[in-house]
Nanobody
């Protein structure tokens, strides 16, 4: 089973950038679709971005399209989320998740979750 550890969160000013990383253990990473989700205080967890096992397909929430980029390096068992032009409304705990089946890419298919990393964007 894949285990996930996120890193790269922090405090940044509006307009700034951060890159989140999610390191995965387990031999099945390269055949597993991956996603990023976020949860702000008092709000439900929401889909941010996803990437297919090969990296050939990517998916984004409308709220981050054009600002965030998801990528993966299967040789390093790592998935990334490059976040540019950050806004205060991007403040949340960001979670990495694994989707073994590749279906339910916007939410239902994720079976393994990381512990989350805090991203705070100041105005």
């Amino acid at each position: 089973q894949v285990q996930l550890v996120e890193s790269g969160g922090g405090l940044v000013q509006a307009g700034g950038s951060l890159r989140l990383s999610c390191a995965a253990s387990g031999r099945t990473f390269s055949s597993t679709a991956m996603g990023w989700f976020r949860q702000a205080p008092g709000k439900e967890r929401q889909f941010v971005a996803a990437i297919s096992w090969s990296g050939g397909s990517t998916y984004y929430a409308d709220s981050v399209k054009g600002r965030f980029t998801i990528s993966r390096d299967n040789a390093k068992n790592t998935v990334y989320l490059q976040m540019n032009s950050l806004k205060p409304e991007d403040t949340a705990v960001y979670y990495c998740a694994a989707n073994p089946s590749g279906t339910g890419i916007y939410g239902a298919g994720y079976k393994v979750w990381g512990q989350g990393t805090q991203v705070t964007v100041s105005s």
